[in-house]
């Protein structure tokens, strides 16, 4: 059975920093894209930062420059850096991979259980 198994995430005051990892378990053959989406109450869910397998990256413009995504394809992990956190942040941050199961020919969308993420001073 595949998983994806979060990591990281707590209270922070304003301007600190957080670190998010999500390892990905169970029968994989390959990884395309691995990333981070966040909730935040009465809102959609909504892309934070993704990684394809060749390392292109993209980003929610009101996390560039401050969240930065890395991910070890070997150890089939992926990490989300946030720095100068704000209270905006403030979100349950789900990882996100889309999978090629070993022994199948398609690829599946997976979700993290979900960690919470608040900004507060």
């Known amino acids: 059975q595949i998983q994806l198994v979060e990591s990281g995430g707590g209270l922070v005051q304003p301007g600190g920093s957080l670190r998010l990892s999500c390892a990905a378990t169970?029968?994989?053959?390959?990884?395309?894209?691995m990333g981070w989406y966040r909730q935040a109450p009465g809102k959609e869910r909504e892309l934070v930062a993704s990684?394809?397998?060749?390392?292109?990256?993209d980003y929610a413009d009101s996390v560039k420059g401050r969240f930065f995504i890395s991910r070890d394809n070997a150890k089939k992990t992926v990490t989300l850096q946030m720095n100068s956190l704000k209270r905006e942040d403030t979100a349950v941050y789900y990882c996100?991979?889309?999978?090629?199961?070993?022994?199948?020919?398609?690829?599946?969308?997976?979700w993290g259980q979900g960690t919470q993420v608040t900004v507060s001073s």
């Open positions: 990684s394809t397998s060749e390392g292109t990256t």
């Open positions: 169970g029968s994989i053959f390959s990884i395309k894209t």
């Open positions: 996100n991979a889309i999978i090629l199961p070993m022994r199948d020919p398609r690829d599946y969308k997976y």
